[in-house]
Structure formats: C-alpha cells, structure tokens
C-alpha cells in the first residue's frame, strides 16, 4: 500500500512519530511534501508536545521569540502559537501539574467569565490565548521555574483584565469595588490599563483614571506605584499607534491639574527618565506602532536616555519599516555603530523583514558589515530565516562571506534548502578543511541529501 493511501488515523501516526523523530524545524517542511501531508500535520504537530522545548535564539539580547507579537511584523508564527496554546487549554486539566497550569488557568479564566456573562465559551478561550500568548512562549523550556512562585491564580485581577480589553464597564466596575487594581499586572495577562488602551476602549481608561489617584508610591520596589497615567496605559496606547488614546493616557481629565501640559510633575520637555513614571513612559518608545506617537512621547525628555542605534536595531527586528525610515531620518547609523551585538540590516534578514531590507539597502547599508560584537554577518542572518530572496538581494548588492567564513553554506544546509546551498556553494565558500567540517556536521545531524550535494559538487569529498 502505497504511504498516501493509509487511512486518517495511521497517516496521523506516521507524521506523529516523524515530528518526533525530526525536530520542530525539520518537521515544518512536511507541510510542503504534498496537500495530504499538509492538512494532516498540524494535529500531529500538537500531540507530538515539540513546541513545548521550541525557541529560537534572537540576535538582538533584549527580544525574546515572540515578544511584542502584537506589534511585530507577522508570518503567520503568532496564529500557530496561538493555536498551539488553544489546544492546550482545551486538553489539559490537572491544575495540581505545574507543567500545564499555565493552560489550565486559562480555561478556568474564560468559565468565569462566561458564567458572569452572556459570553461564549470558545471564543472566551480564543480572546484569552491571544491576550496570553506572549507570556506563554516565553515561559516554555523551564517555565515551571518562572511561573508564579505556586500562587493560585486571582481570578478577580484575572477578571478585570478580561473585562478592560472587551470593554465590559459593568463587570469592571464591580470588580473594581471589590478592590482589584486596574494597574497590576498577573502572570496570565498584561495588565487591566495597558489592554483597555490596546483594545482602543476609552471609555474603560476614564473609569480606571476616576478610581486612581494622582499618584501614589506603593513601595520602594522599582516599578512599584499607581496612578491616572498608568503603568501600562501609555504603553497600550503606542502600541495600538492611536495618538488620541496616546493623549488621554497621558492627560487624563480627572487629573488634579486638568489643564497642566507636564507630566508627573515634571514640565512638559523635561520629564525625568529615571523617575518611575518617567521610565514608564520612556519604555513606550520600544514598542511604537507609528512615528508620530514615537515623536509624541520623545518630546517629554529632553534626553529620554535611549540610543537610536539601538532603537534602530530594535525596530529593524520587529520589522516596523515606517520607525525604520524615521530613524535613518533622525542620523542613526545605518550599520549600528560599533558597540551593539547586532546591525539593522542583519536583523532584518534574520526575522524576513525583506522591506526592511529593500530600504536598508537602498539607503547605503554595508550588506558585509559586522564587528567583533555581532553574532554573524547579515549574509548568515539572511541564510537562517530561510530567504532565499533575501540572500539574493544581499549577493547581488556585493554580499560574500569573509575568508573560510562558512556558517552561511552550514545554515543553509540545516535548514535542507537545496537552492539555497547550491547558490552559496557557487560563492566558493570555505576551504577544503572547512568543507570537510561542514560535511561532517550534516552526517550528524541526519542530513543525507545535503551530504549528497556536498560530496556532488566538491570530489575532495567523496570517499
């Protein structure tokens, strides 16, 4: 029987074990064998649990996979990470396991809900897994160390989160006399203030700016403090790219000076970036959505402290081409100086930011430029993410690999992408020593046929 013809359930088997066997990065390219394996895979892919141990290492220290999903350019990552933890939720339910207690809590979030609302079930669990999906990526491989000390989940601040981001004023308000804080932040979720100005929910800030005060110091602890301005509104407010909202985070109505233009007691220009709620509003400018609420908040500091370099950089990885373009404006330098562990253009290549990459060359960039910090150079970021336009574009504006600097070709090969390797393979990459290596190193990981192509194009190699 030929293996297209199995029934359902073995060919489920047959891909389950595959997954198993080759890894979350070998396994994804069984998508594309045929139309049979494509529909069949994803099933597969959930019960195998291989996402669970899954990462991948960002060039740039501060940015985390998946972090800031929702303001990160996209290649559909964010819907099958939200899937996974969909699937999760709805196939676990031993609360006393540590190891799934982050889905269980999210299925015991959204009964709540539902049963103080008219809401339904699945599309509770389908609003709570995107609200999460940032916290839950970043706690797998080792997770249970990082969760939340063994604490229960409050299903009350949970709730008020819940009730901010769909903009339930009634069940808001309740929660609200019962003591939660629209300020605090849980381990499921962002806080109650950042998701109401994400969700553009206006009416939910002004309710949370009446019941808080001006400001007040809870503790000695850094970010420890509450006020009308946040923490978390302002931040919402930039991500979302909505400068009204912007606006109202930062001047709320109920305000004690209603008509004051400075911020935290501080003149307008000159807020202290150190001050708790000056670093509040200076942590707004990593993640905007648009130039003109980045502009909007930079002119509260008369040094808001942050390098372009390394906004560029940042802002380069995210893919956010628009903050790209306004910083080459401001000067930054377009290969990120000297002292950063990573340059715009590399990574750019390496999220397949290939817009980014467009204007980043466009303006000049060196498409070889890498210093004694920097994890590679932009021809090997190019080659990780797969992109062979990108690798094309970085080749045809003067791209190639420094002496015996053979980690583009080994990218390549890990990744099985036969175009790709015969197009560096045509670079000359690499003596026959390093040839010999990189040969080795696809016998072990259990790549023949890059072995294969290895040994056709160089004799030296064949034994």
């Not at 802002?315 to 930054?332: C, S």
């Not at 990459?357 to 430029?369: H, Q």
């Amino acid at each position: 029987m030929h293996l297209l013809d199995l029934p359902v359930e073995l060919m489920h088997m047959v891909l389950l074990e595959a997954i198993i066997s080759r890894g979350v990065t070998r396994a994804l390219r069984l998508k594309l064998v045929c139309k049979q394996f494509y529909n069949c895979f994803q099933p597969a892919l959930f019960e195998s649990r291989v996402l669970d141990d899954f990462g991948v290492i960002p060039l740039y220290k501060d940015l985390k996979f998946m972090e800031l999903w929702y303001v990160r350019k996209q290649y559909g990552a964010a819907d099958l990470w939200h899937s996974y933890l969909v699937y999760r939720v709805l196939n676990e339910n031993d609360i006393e396991n540590i190891n799934v207690r982050f889905p269980v809590e999210i299925g015991r979030l959204a009964e709540h809900f539902c049963c103080q609302t008219e809401a339904g079930y699945m599309k509770m669990i389908n609003t709570l897994c995107w609200l999460a999906l940032e916290r839950y990526v970043e706690t797998l491989g080792g997770w249970e160390e990082r969760l939340h000390d063994g604490e229960d989940l409050n299903l009350g601040q949970s709730l008020l989160s819940l009730a901010a981001y769909l903009g339930n004023l009634t069940l808001a308000e309740r929660l609200l006399s019962e003591g939660h804080c629209p300020t605090v932040d849980n381990h499921l979720t962002p806080s109650p203030m950042q998701l109401a100005t994400w969700a553009g929910n206006v009416d939910m800030l002004k309710l949370f700016q009446e019941y808080l005060p001006d400001f007040e110091d809870i503790s000695f602890e850094l970010n420890s403090w509450r006020s009308k301005t946040g923490p978390g509104s302002i931040k919402g407010a930039t991500m979302r790219g909505d400068i009204n909202i912007l606006r109202l985070a930062i001047y709320p109505p109920s305000r004690a000076i209603p008509d004051s233009d400075g911020f935290a007691g501080y003149p307008y220009g000159h807020v202290d970036p150190f001050s708790k709620q000056g670093r509040d509003l200076q942590s707004a400018l990593l993640c905007a959505k648009n130039p003109a609420t980045f502009q909007y908040i930079q002119a509260f500091f008369e040094d808001s402290k942050l390098d372009n370099q390394y906004l560029l950089v940042r802002y380069a990885e995210l893919g956010n081409v628009d903050m790209v373009r306004y910083l080459l404006d401001q000067g930054a330098d377009i290969n990120g100086g000297e002292k950063l562990n990573c340059n715009p253009l590399s990574c750019a290549a390496r999220y397949w930011h290939e817009d980014v990459v467009d204007l980043l060359l466009e303006r000049g960039a060196d498409p070889n430029y890498q210093t004694m910090q920097q994890r590679g150079s932009p021809l090997r970021a190019a080659a990780m993410s797969g992109s062979l336009s990108i690798v094309r574009k970085l080749i045809d504006k003067g791209a190639k690999p420094a002496k015996n600097d053979w980690w583009p070709l080994l990218e390549a090969l890990r990744l099985e992408h036969t175009a790709m390797a015969t197009l560096l393979l045509d670079l000359n990459i690499a003596d026959a020593a390093a040839r010999s290596r990189i040969l080795q190193k696809t016998l072990d990981l259990g790549l023949e046929s890059m072995a294969q192509l290895l040994q056709e194009r160089d004799v030296s190699l064949q034994s």
